[in-house]
């Protein structure tokens, strides 16, 4: 139990000191080595082909893995410790995520938040606060309205927010310059992510159109053999009245 207090401290530190100090988050992978690009990739690639389909785990995952975050930071500015760090976190981390997958508007907003301002970070590669205003201003506005539209302006959020995840792992792991690499595969997966998600969401929708269609159809054609019905019997009461 000594190594996950000790863990958990030292995350706490560098969540604190280099994440929100310095706005340094390069660290996860120096620390988290493989496993921590396996678990960003997966998550960046279930961001960018099925985002809008798997939207309310990702806000759960994220508000989770936001709380946590937080927790960990309170607790080292505090100086908090041991079973009262990983409890603040713990708890941080489930009612978040309990409040993004069941506040789903609020849900959209907080993920909406949060992908666009590290994305929008990361793609400046810059510290200073005109970079996070202007990181913080843009994520607002994707945040605003993906909670007010929905899929239409969440497909974008995920196709960004992985592409850029995607981007970060591309860029650890070749031989090249990674600058050029991280901008090059951010883009491309970005742009993938969307034009797929994009066409998915058109086939569901083309489909759903097809089948109310159908639905009208059949009930213009029932209508149409009940009135065709009543006019046959119409016409035989009239013939028997004649007789």
Not at 3 to 8: G, I, L, N, P, S
Request: aromatic share 12%; charged share 20%; with cysteine.
């Amino acid at each position: 139990m000594e190594r996950v207090f000790e863990a958990a401290d030292q995350m706490s530190r560098l969540l604190f000191e280099n994440g929100l100090k310095n706005m340094d988050f390069s660290w996860i992978f120096s620390e988290g080595g493989m496993a921590a690009a396996v678990v960003t990739g997966v998550i960046a690639l279930l961001m960018i082909l099925f985002g809008a389909k798997c939207k309310y785990l990702l806000f759960a995952l994220q508000g989770f893995l936001t709380g946590v975050t937080a927790g960990l930071a309170v607790s080292w500015f505090f100086n908090l410790d041991g079973w009262v760090m990983i409890g603040i976190s713990a708890a941080a981390g489930v009612i978040l995520a309990a409040f993004e997958a069941v506040f789903r508007k609020f849900g959209a907003f907080v993920f909406s938040f949060a992908a666009i301002f590290v994305s929008a970070l990361a793609l400046a590669g810059g510290r200073g606060y005109l970079v996070l205003g202007i990181a913080a201003v843009v994520a607002l506005i994707f945040a605003v309205l993906s909670a007010v539209f929905g899929d239409p302006m969440i497909i974008p959020v995920m196709g960004i927010g992985g592409g850029v995840l995607g981007g970060l792992v591309a860029s650890r792991y070749v031989p090249y310059d990674s600058t050029i690499v991280f901008y090059a595969a951010s883009a491309v997966l970005a742009v993938l992510g969307i034009c797929i998600q994009y066409a998915v969401k058109s086939r569901k929708i083309a489909k759903m159109e097809r089948r109310k269609v159908k639905e009208i159809r059949e009930k213009k054609s029932v209508e149409s053999e009940v009135e065709m019905a009543r006019n046959v019997l119409d016409s035989d009461e009239g013939e028997s009245t004649e007789e």
